[in-house]
């Protein structure tokens, strides 16, 4: 009963081409996230979805769309990879959009992108 | 903007030993601040949140402390045991309330 699940697991693609990554939550919450690791570790928000909504776009490139079909459900399509998007790429989902109360995060697998 | 820093990179202490990260913040106050644990290969784990009004939170062998006028937060491992080796996370609310923004972590090896 995985909580929060990513597919693929491991990616590896030329420069150029075009990827997606899935990602699927089953703990009923609202908001989902899509986090950038990078080979120095550094966790960094791309994208913030609350309720299929778009809450956080954070400066990444517009090659990087994210969609959602439903508040389950949070995929991200990358256009013309370059070298640089090497990095592995988190999904995570919260019971609602960050409040002061405090909202936790669950994260996925992540999925290890390597772009050649 | 927000800056989070952790200051150590890697920690290394012998089994039994308290381990104790830190976690500093600058430019704002945020609401509350939370820890997380990374392994290799896994996505971060929630631990703990503390808010701003409280100094110390406990959970099992874990302690957070959160010092609004130093601006930190300390991350206390008591009674280290190998299984605890991992990367902790520490993170708080930007100023917006959009996102977290998470530190570089630090990286704890306990050996036996």
């Known amino acids: 009963d995985t909580a929060v699940s990513q597919t693929p697991k491991y990616l590896v693609t030329q420069m150029g081409n075009d990827k997606s990554i899935k990602c699927e939550q089953n703990l009923g919450h609202d908001t989902m996230y899509w986090y950038k690791q990078d080979s120095k570790k550094f966790l960094k928000i791309m994208f913030s979805y609350n309720n299929k909504e778009l809450i956080i776009n954070e400066t990444v490139p517009n090659r990087f769309s994210p969609k959602s079909p439903d508040k389950a459900h949070l995929n991200l399509h990358i256009n013309s990879l370059e070298l640089g998007d090497s990095a592995v790429y988190f999904c995570?989902?919260?019971?609602?959009?960050?409040?002061?109360?405090?909202?936790?995060?669950?994260f996925g697998p992540g999925t290890r992108l390597l772009v050649l | 903007s927000q800056k989070i820093e952790q200051n150590s990179e890697a920690l290394n202490i012998q089994e039994g030993k308290t381990a104790t990260l830190t976690c500093n913040y600058t430019?704002?106050?945020?609401?509350?601040l939370q820890w997380y644990r990374q392994d290799p290969g896994r996505g971060p784990v929630f631990l703990l949140l503390?808010?701003?009004?409280?100094k110390e939170k406990r959970k099992e062998r874990l302690k957070v402390t959160f010092d609004t006028t130093l601006k930190q937060s300390l991350f206390h491992i008591t009674a280290s045991q190998p299984a605890d080796s991992a990367t902790y996370l520490c993170a708080l609310r930007n100023q917006a309330g959009t996102a977290l923004i998470f530190g570089k972590g630090t990286t704890l090896s306990v050996s036996s």
């Open positions: 430019n704002y106050s945020p609401a509350y």
């Open positions: 995570a989902s919260s019971l609602a959009h960050l409040s002061t109360s405090g909202e936790t995060q669950y």
């Open positions: 503390i808010r701003e009004n409280e």
